[in-house]
């Protein structure tokens, strides 16, 4: 890439919220991109619904400032409906309306060890506590908070949107057991706020199943809205009717600067051409992954004559 291109452009593509502190968090973190994007790269943004400036909008005012090669980023953890449907259609009605500028679509902000860091961050911070004494404010950890409950009965719940997509959905249970393996707690469970099971309700009768008496719940969200609202909503119903287990609140990500360089990855990618990653892309031995960062770079592979021992730890059978 040639960041020195004055007519390339980077598009935020966000999913638009009838939150106005949602969508601001949005307005914030689009901010954050354009004071660090590569001088002359310009930068725009738009929502699929709910807020504008809507996608065709944002995309025409890019292309009105100038930009020749525009990158729509989505702004989506986990790709599902709208990444693999909206985006894609409105990427079509602007090649059709500006047949003279270049559109590349980049994936989504996926499972990366950067949002893997920030949602093990948000698992540690708990905002209000329900079921003890009320907003008790920032928790050390679910490892370590104020109750008299023991290592190993504390636990996190995560949710997500929930989509009839089945590689969204059964990603979130693959970020759940990664978090787990993170010692982010002795528990971690999946759940989901809309459209698959199970509900956030269920999620929590579940951890108390295993033996939790203490529950982190974390919105694996980008921003707060409406969703959000719902998840804190079901969790303190049902923490209501079960004074025997503790729940703890935390925050989803926000417009958090960390975001800013995972961003700027992927729109790199979209104008290098996108590779598909090897199928060991996350190992310890390649990314960050938090609670293993010193183990990248102290594995070398080793080169044997026989396919099967390559270095991975994997035995024969």
């Not at 689009?30 to 996608?55: R, Y």
């Not at 905002?127 to 409950?149: A, F, N």
């Not at 504390?154 to 010692?183: C, H, W, Y």
Request: hydrophobic share 40%; proline share 7%; glycine share 10%.
């Amino acid at each position: 890439m040639n960041p020195g291109h004055g007519t390339t452009g980077i598009f935020l593509m966000g999913h638009g919220s009838v939150s106005d502190k949602g969508v601001g968090q949005f307005s914030e973190l689009a901010k954050l991109v354009e004071v660090e994007a590569p001088d002359g790269v310009l930068t725009g943004h738009g929502f699929i619904e709910l807020a504008e400036p809507g996608l065709d909008d944002g995309i025409a005012q890019l292309v009105a400032s100038g930009a020749k090669r525009v990158v729509v980023v989505p702004m989506v953890l986990l790709a599902a409906g709208h990444m693999k449907n909206d985006g894609p259609a409105a990427i079509e009605r602007a090649r059709r309306r500006f047949p003279e500028t270049e559109f590349l679509y980049a994936r989504d902000l996926s499972i990366h060890p950067t949002v893997l860091s920030l949602i093990s961050a948000r698992c540690l911070d708990a905002t209000t506590v329900l079921g003890g004494s009320d907003s008790l404010g920032p928790l050390k950890s679910p490892m370590d908070s104020r109750s008299e409950v023991g290592e190993e009965s504390k636990g996190v719940m995560i949710v997500g949107r929930g989509s009839t997509d089945p590689d969204a959905n059964s990603d979130l249970l693959k970020i759940a057991r990664l978090l787990q393996e993170f010692r982010v707690a002795p528990l971690v469970e999946a759940s989901f706020v809309s459209l698959a099971p199970p509900g956030v309700a269920d999620g929590l009768k579940r951890c108390a199943a295993l033996g939790a008496k203490e529950v982190s719940v974390v919105p694996y969200f980008l921003f707060d809205g409406i969703l959000v609202d719902r998840i804190y909503d079901e969790s303190t119903q049902w923490s209501a009717s079960n004074a025997g287990v503790q729940v703890n609140l935390c925050r989803p990500i926000g417009p958090d600067p960390a975001l800013v360089p995972l961003i700027m990855e992927r729109f790199e990618e979209a104008l290098e051409g996108t590779k598909a990653p090897m199928s060991c892309d996350l190992c310890v031995y390649r990314s960050p992954l938090p609670g293993h960062e010193h183990k990248v770079g102290k594995s070398p592979q080793q080169v044997s004559p026989h396919a099967h021992e390559h270095g991975h730890g994997h035995h024969r059978h």
